[in-house]
């Protein structure tokens, strides 16, 4: 079983900091691109940091600046350091990894648009 399980979500003051990893668990041979999304009430769900199996990097408008994605490939996790966090960034925020390779009871098998539950980030003003 292959599971991507983000943690690291609080309740923090704006101005302040988080850093949320987004873990895969089960026997991952690698994970493609990896892109952070955020979806808060009422809201149109939206892409806030991505990063290839490469290392390169894409960053929404409203993060440039603030947020940095960066992964550890050898953990299978992905990071996403936010700094100077705003009211506006209260969400849920969610990994969704484009494609996961595994192996299942040694056959090699693979996962497309795989995500995880989320975890909540609510920034006080």
């Known amino acids: 079983q292959v599971q991507l399980v983000e943690t690291g979500g609080d309740l923090v003051q704006a101005g302040g900091s988080l850093r949320l990893s987004c873990a895969a668990s089960g026997s991952i041979k690698s994970i493609g691109a990896v892109t952070w999304y955020r979806q808060a009430p009422g809201k149109q769900r939206e892409m806030v940091a991505a990063?290839?199996?490469?290392?390169?990097?894409n960053y929404a408008d409203s993060v440039k600046g603030r947020f940095s994605i960066s992964r550890d490939n050898a953990k299978n996790t992905v990071y996403l350091q936010m700094n100077s966090l705003k009211p506006e960034d209260t969400a849920l925020y969610y990994c969704?990894?484009?494609?996961?390779?595994?192996?299942?009871?040694?056959?090699?098998?693979?996962?497309?648009?795989?995500r995880g539950q989320g975890t909540q980030v609510t920034v006080s003003s």
């Open positions: 969704n990894a484009d494609s996961i390779a595994y192996y299942d009871r040694g056959y090699l098998r693979s996962l497309v648009n795989y």
């Open positions: 990063i290839t199996r490469g290392g390169d990097t």
